[in-house]
């Protein structure tokens, strides 16, 4: 008989968060579940590893019936533990999220999400990372879980090119009103940064990250477009940043 497929079920927003919680109960329904989180909310981590302190890993009994662990790292030293520490083997599907927040555009460079799924594709293991954009710690998953359960089923069927991840992201809408799934490109898009700046009790300065998400271009075939138009987006993403389109125009550097 042929065994259950192993599916690594990791995230960013902490081992307790709803999110994950929705995640797994959609991955039991293909395999089994081994689960390795953070043990405390590590949003915007990107692809930190931790280099400067021992990583710890700790058991707990969240998920009923599920192995599963709590880590001190990030979501990549969770991915990284759990391949090698806890499974000893590459499982056949990582699962990352659900995350509180969407990480459509360059969103996926910051995301502790994405990177979880992103260290999944180095290691040639089918990954996706899935993002809500409600970050109301009581959101309604349900819709998520409608497009989890649709995309986990044809990458068991049909497979994945290698090396390659999906983000997939979800707009704040109830599953019936979600119009379907759309493969896109990511959009152009980026921060424009700004800092509250105050002062604490002793009168030094801090600051507060603030700012606004500004859109620099919307076709109709980008995940900012697809999420406003009520789909959920699905970009392959890929670790390799080469850009190749300025390989021609530095040809005259002669290097």
């Known amino acids: 008989m042929t065994e259950p ?28 579940v081994v689960v390795v989180a953070p043990d405390k909310p590590q949003s915007g981590m990107g692809h930190a590893i931790t280099i400067s302190h021992p990583l710890r890993l700790t058991p707990v009994d969240l998920f009923d019936g599920v192995e599963a662990y709590s880590c001190s790292g990030t979501p990549v030293d969770c991915v990284k533990l ?18 509180h927040g969407e990480n459509t555009s360059t969103n996926v460079l910051y995301s502790g999400t ?37 995309l986990i089923q044809k990458a068991l069927d ?14 704040k809408l109830p599953a019936s009103e979600i119009k379907g799934i759309k493969l896109c490109k ?44 009520g789909y959920a987006s699905v970009v392959p993403t890929q670790f390799d940043l080469t850009n190749y389109k300025a390989f021609e125009p530095l040809k005259d550097w002669n290097i």
């Open 5 to 32: 497929p192993l599916i690594l079920v990791t995230n960013d927003d902490g081992v307790t968060s709803k999110g994950i919680r929705s995640l797994v109960e959609v991955a039991l329904k293909f395999g089994k």
């Open 82 to 99: 759990a391949v090698y520490e806890v499974m000893h083997r590459k499982p056949d599907l990582l699962l990352s999220g659900i995350n």
């Open 114 to 150: 994405m990177s979880a799924a992103v260290e999944g594709a180095m290691e040639n293991i089918p990954s996706f990372g899935f993002s809500l954009k409600d970050f109301h710690a009581d959101a309604d998953f349900s819709g998520t879980q409608m497009v989890a359960e649709q």
């Open 158 to 171: 049909k497979g994945m090119p290698n090396h390659t991840c999906m983000n997939v992201n979800i707009p």
């Open 186 to 229: 990511q959009a152009h898009a980026f921060w424009e940064d700004r800092f509250d700046k105050r002062e604490d009790q002793f009168g030094r300065p801090y600051y507060w990250l603030t700012g606004n998400f500004e859109c620099q271009s919307n076709e109709a075939d980008t995940d900012l477009y697809a999420m406003e138009h």
